[in-house]
């Protein structure tokens, strides 16, 4: 009995990590370019330019939370796969 509930506690630990990443992956993703969109309407409320640096850096931070999606997953998928047999190299 005490084992079951051991990994009903564990299972309900890792759905709610599982859940805490993906918020936290959305907030990022969200924010990201929201953050550096605003950074660069302010740039431009500076130097009274158009939306350039506005549209400029929205993509940067678009681009940014790619490029933090994409290494987040290597280094999650390099985690998970470590000690599995398809990782074993063969002398």
């Given at each position: 009995?005490?084992d079951q509930?051991e990994?009903a506690?564990?299972?309900v630990?890792s ?5 805490d ?6 907030f990022?993703?969200a924010a ?8 660069g309407w302010?740039v ?5 330019m158009?939306?350039l ?9 678009v ?5 933090s999606?994409?290494?987040?997953y ?5 985690r998970l ?5 398809w ?5």
């Amino acid at each position: 009995m005490r084992d079951q509930l051991e990994k009903a506690a564990k299972s309900v630990r890792s759905s709610a990590k599982v859940r805490d990443d993906g918020l936290s992956q959305a907030f990022e993703f969200a924010a990201g370019p929201v953050v550096m969109g605003g950074i660069g309407w302010l740039v431009d409320l500076a130097t009274g330019m158009g939306p350039l640096f506005l549209i400029v850096f929205a993509v940067f931070g678009v681009i940014g939370s790619f490029v933090s999606f994409y290494y987040r997953y290597q280094a999650d998928t390099a985690r998970l796969d470590e000690g599995k047999p398809w990782t074993r190299r063969t002398h």
